[in-house]
């Protein structure tokens, strides 16, 4: 390394110690076992990754899967109307419509979880409100069940979701528009075939963001979800701070990042394909 | 630019802007709550924000993330504006390995990143405590500061700097009278953000804290798990007023001057 | 003044200069002239110290100064687009190279205030420079260096942001302002006209190498490549026994009988600019078209289609090529 470079090496350092060897710990101890007081015991197998395969966590893991990918989707289809929205209107509402959905970006998402047990609780804003006006005599059990962690996870991802794709919009030339138009094309064609292609870098880098933090998310199943809603993450999470499984843990962490990185992949795939064939909008 | 949208979409926008923000006004609407437990209004108070403060645990919990995010803050700034400025130097091969590396702190899920440092610490008898949250926070902080502060240096180019050395100005005089006063909003509001992202942190702090070293945000979970409280509402309006406050700032002062293309504190 | 001897540039394998020889007189305004892309600005910054050559020697006032970084060099560098300090008012920007040899205040004060005045920046001194017109960014540029006293200034394409009038507003004012300082002046442009205008000398490149150096007046008479010969003024070029020369539009004549003429062709085109008009006559037997210029005191009139004679004396051919 060059003299004028040295200034890398305590960042290199830095991340090599603190990001890259833990993790490589974490994949080599999801080889090894653990004894009866959940120590980690140094013997090569694979009985970890035996273990997924156990119906049961075959199964949290297809729901945790399906859970994600409606999550993105459903993000998906709420943001990207706001976005172009917000990236079409005049100057001033634009500056107003990018704070409003900066702020709940940068909102804690532990409160922005919170926010719906205070609405959903069967003392709740929301029962309150549906009794006062007669349209139910008994409170309706909301909170711990699949639907409000579907809600609390839409709620909580949305922001990632809106963000990419408005700053997609808005760097995306609007020439091209006026010459889609001047060449016939208007409406949903234009919107198909020049606006889609062309954020498609936003929507990209928005259902990545969606995916593996919804994925990774242990807090939204924790507190809106009851005991049957556990995810992927909660499993993997209590391998860590309860159950001490830790090769277990490690094994699932490693699945979890595989698979991931393998459902980006084909959905960049699927992005790239016929019709959206633009070049990389940023 | 006229605006050519069409009303179903106001009309759509209006309604996801509603359900993004209702909730959170409803938070800070009870924190003003008079009645403990009811969820019908009774009346306005500040009793909440005042007993609040009298909290032994949340003042404790207040100092440990402030020291954390302090420290954590001077660290991932100094050591993410000293890697922007470095990574200019190297070649092309190795610059992208290198800025594949700053940037997996944004990518890898924040579990992922928890429990291997948790796995790090055991392993080599660290006691878990605000050194070792610390030392998690410093590893995603840097690569905010390390794009924030890319982003400045790229708008600015490398002409400013050869007009410096055509001029006379060594490396570090360059660096001293130009780079630096050039990147400075950059370096600011990278701090803030790190500061931010600091304060906020749960999913990393809840893996590398120990029982002394309880942050606000563990506080709040450990809290929220019991159920609700109007005391937990007065801590979360106040820690939605501080971030939402110290991310303006950011993006004002990385836009701070004329002529400069407007950026984002965002890291995409 | 300045020598370049054998100086050669590669980047990645690649020859992006040939090699070059090359000695800059002093006081001289050295023009080089080229597309983009001809290895013009390579050889500037390897002057400035930017680059380093790959193989042989720059010297300056004969001494070794190749392998010298930028701030060691006596002489500056006008950028393109200015780079001025965004940070600074127009008097610190030009107070930065001074305070950097750590000149006395007093000898500091007197530079800013000489270089202020010769570039007519006096009224702007304490703005900053997003408060300038281009035009003016572009004497501060020049100020900035100009306060160093430097023994060689060089200049990158620097009027290249600026209108059209503008341009030539300031292309006077830049020949004008090189006299008065009597340094050496070495120039970037690809712009001809502008090359013409201020040089004592030019240099004509082209993918990386020289194709001819020499004063307005001899690159325009006596082109010695294809290339010269058409990269400067328009040129017809034509070919006989295996041999190329080029003659300039205004030394064609156009005849209305066709005995004797040099050339037969048609009236392609009649372009009308003010003081003088040109025909574009495509040629009998060849696939080419030649340009003839008219000056004002030619009244006759041509119809597009109608047959004409090219001729020349035969004096005015310009041989070019080996």
Redesign the interface.
């Known amino acids: 390394m060059k003299k004028s470079s040295m200034g890398l090496l305590p960042v290199l350092l830095w991340l090599s110690l603190f990001l890259v060897v833990p993790m490589l710990i974490v994949v080599g101890i999801s080889f090894m076992s653990r004894d009866d007081l959940g120590n980690v015991v140094f013997h090569f197998n694979l009985d970890a990754y035996a273990t997924f395969f156990d119906p049961l966590y075959l199964g949290i893991y297809w729901d945790t899967i399906v859970l994600s990918i409606v999550t993105t989707a459903l993000c998906l289809l709420l943001s990207y109307p706001l976005a172009y929205y917000i990236a079409n209107a005049g100057p001033k509402m634009q500056t107003w419509g990018l704070a409003l959905i900066t702020v709940p970006f940068w909102i804690n998402f532990l409160i922005r979880t919170y926010a719906w047990v205070l609405l959903l609780r069967t003392q709740g804003v929301v029962n309150n409100l549906l009794l006062d006006l007669g349209f139910i005599q008994e409170p309706l059990q909301m909170l711990y069940t699949k639907g409000a962690v579907l809600l609390g996870m839409v709620y909580t991802f949305i922001p990632f979701m809106v963000l990419p794709i408005y700053v997609a919009l808005e760097q995306m030339d609007k020439k091209l528009l006026e010459a889609a138009s001047d060449l016939g094309a208007t409406g949903w064609k234009s919107f198909w075939h020049i606006t889609l292609p062309q954020t498609k870098s936003g929507i990209m880098t928005g259902s990545v963001l969606v995916y593996v933090s919804t994925t990774g998310m242990f807090v939204v199943t924790d507190i809106l979800g009851g005991a049957k809603s556990a995810m992927i993450s909660n499993i993997i999470q209590s391998q860590f701070l309860g159950a001490r499984n830790w090769p277990f843990g490690s094994a699932l962490s490693v699945i979890f990042v595989i698979t991931s990185l393998i459902l980006i992949a084909l959905f960049n795939k699927a992005m790239t394909s016929r019709h959206m064939t633009a070049k990389e909008g940023r | 630019?006229?605006?050519?949208?069409h009303p179903l979409?106001?009309i759509?926008?209006l309604l996801?802007?509603i359900?993004?923000?209702l909730?959170?006004a409803?938070?800070i609407a009870?924190s003003f709550n008079s009645s403990r437990l009811?969820?019908?209004w009774s009346g306005f108070t500040f009793e909440w924000y005042v007993s609040l403060f009298s909290n032994r645990r949340v003042m404790e919990a207040l100092s440990n993330t402030l020291i954390v995010a302090l420290v954590s803050t001077v660290f991932s700034t100094l050591?993410?504006t000293?890697?922007a400025?470095?990574?200019r130097?190297?070649g092309r091969r190795s610059k992208a390995g290198?800025g594949g590396?700053?940037y997996?702190?944004i990518?890898?899920?924040?579990?992922?990143?928890g429990?291997?440092?948790?796995?790090?610490f055991t392993?080599f008898h660290i006691p878990l405590g605000k050194l070792t949250i610390i030392?998690?926070h410093?590893?995603f902080s840097?690569s905010y500061v390390?794009v924030i502060v890319t982003t400045r240096l790229t708008g600015m180019g490398g002409?400013?700097e050869?007009?410096?050395?055509?001029?006379?100005?060594?490396?570090w005089?360059t660096f001293r009278?130009?780079t630096l006063?050039?990147i400075m909003p950059g370096i600011i509001s990278g701090a803030i953000i790190a500061f931010?992202m600091s304060l906020?942190d749960?999913?990393v702090s809840?893996?590398v804290s120990g029982p002394s070293s309880t942050t606000l945000?563990i506080y709040?979970?450990g809290q929220?798990?019991r159920?609700?409280s109007p005391e937990?509402?007065a801590l979360?309006t106040l820690?939605?007023l501080v971030?939402?406050t110290l991310?303006?700032l950011a993006?004002f002062v990385l836009n701070r001057?004329?002529?400069q293309k407007k950026r984002?504190v965002?890291p995409? | 003044m300045i020598e370049l001897s054998g100086v050669e540039k590669y980047f990645a394998g690649q020859v992006v200069v040939h090699p070059l020889s090359l000695t800059i007189k002093e006081g001289e305004f050295l023009t080089l002239l080229g597309p983009s892309g001809c290895g013009k600005t390579t050889i500037l910054r390897m002057i400035a110290g930017f680059e380093y050559p790959t193989k042989g020697k720059i010297l300056l006032d004969g001494a070794d100064l190749t392998s010298l970084p930028p701030n060691r060099r006596d002489l500056n560098l006008v950028f393109q687009h200015y780079a001025l300090f965004p940070h600074m008012t127009v008097e610190d920007n030009i107070a930065f190279g001074l305070k950097m040899k750590k000149l006395p205040a007093k000898e500091q004060q007197e530079r800013i205030q000489e270089a202020v005045e010769m570039t007519q920046l006096t009224p702007l001194v304490k703005r900053y420079p997003h408060q300038l017109s281009g035009g003016q960014q572009q004497r501060v540029a020049i100020a900035r260096a100009i306060a160093n006293k430097p023994k060689v200034l060089l200049l990158d394409e620097p009027l290249g942001a600026l209108d059209l009038q503008l341009r030539k507003n300031l292309q006077s004012e830049l020949k004008h302002l090189q006299r008065s300082l009597g340094i050496t002046f070495v120039y970037v442009t690809h712009d001809q006209e502008e090359a013409m205008m201020l040089s004592d000398r030019i240099v004509i490149m082209n993918s990386g190498k020289v194709e001819q150096i020499g004063t307005p007046r001899e690159i325009y008479a006596t082109p010695t490549t294809l290339f010269s010969a058409t990269f400067v003024g328009e040129n017809n070029i034509f070919s006989q026994d295996g041999r190329l020369f080029a003659v300039r539009p205004e030394k064609l004549r156009a005849v209305r009988s066709q005995d004797g003429a040099k050339r037969i062709g048609e009236v392609l085109d009649v372009l009308y600019l003010g003081s003088i008009h040109k025909l574009v006559v495509q040629l009998e037997d060849e696939p080419m078209t030649v340009s003839i210029v008219l000056d004002f005191t030619d009244e006759r009139t041509w119809q597009v289609g109608e047959k004409v004679g090219v001729n020349w004396n035969t004096e005015d051919e310009v041989v070019i090529g080996p």
Do not use: R, W
């Open positions: 630019m006229k605006s050519k949208n979409l106001g759509h926008s996801v802007m359900f993004i923000y909730p959170i409803f938070i009870y009811a969820a019908d050591l993410g000293m890697a400025i470095a990574i130097k190297v290198i590396l700053l997996l702190p990518i890898i899920p924040d579990i992922i990143m429990l291997s440092l948790l796995v790090l392993q030392i998690a410093i590893t840097i390390y002409q400013l050869e007009a410096a050395q055509d001029l006379g100005a060594d490396a005089q009278h130009v006063p050039q931010t906020d749960f999913m809840f893996f945000p709040i979970y929220v798990k159920g609700i937990i509402n979360c820690l939605i971030s939402v991310i303006f993006q001057g004329k002529g984002s965002l995409f």
